[in-house]
């Protein structure tokens, strides 16, 4: 069963930037997955940020259109979220996730905060 691992979440000042990392292992078609990275903040469900297919066609929230970008290094197994002009509302738990086309397989997460 693939797993996936995030990284590169912290503490971030507003207007920042970061960039997630989410590493897949235990598969060999990572690059026919479709991607995705989700948040959640405090007290609220769980949102789609951003996604992309195995033809890396991309569709992102209106929140973070502009902002964000995701993009996959399927030499790499690894989908990056590039997060920039960063704001407080921004603050979440993100999660990767992948759709396998037979299962969704979540990610533990990486915290994300925004605050001077």
């Known amino acids: 069963q693939v797993q996936l691992v995030e990284s590169g979440g912290g503490l971030v000042q507003p207007g920042g930037s970061l960039r997630l990392s989410c590493a897949a292992s235990r598969t060999i078609f990572f690059s026919i997955y479709a991607m995705a990275w989700y948040r959640q903040a405090p007290g609220k469900q769980r949102e789609l940020v951003a996604q992309?297919?195995?033809?890396?066609?991309?569709n992102y929230a209106d929140s973070v259109k502009g902002r964000f970008t995701i993009s996959r290094d399927n030499a790499k197994n690894t989908v990056y979220l590039q997060m920039n002009s960063l704001k407080p509302e921004d603050t979440a738990v993100y999660y990767c996730?992948?759709?396998?086309?037979?299962?969704?397989?979540w990610g533990q997460g990486t915290l994300v905060t925004v605050s001077t």
């Open positions: 992309i297919t195995r033809y890396e066609s991309t």
């Open positions: 996730n992948a759709n396998t086309g037979a299962a969704n397989t």
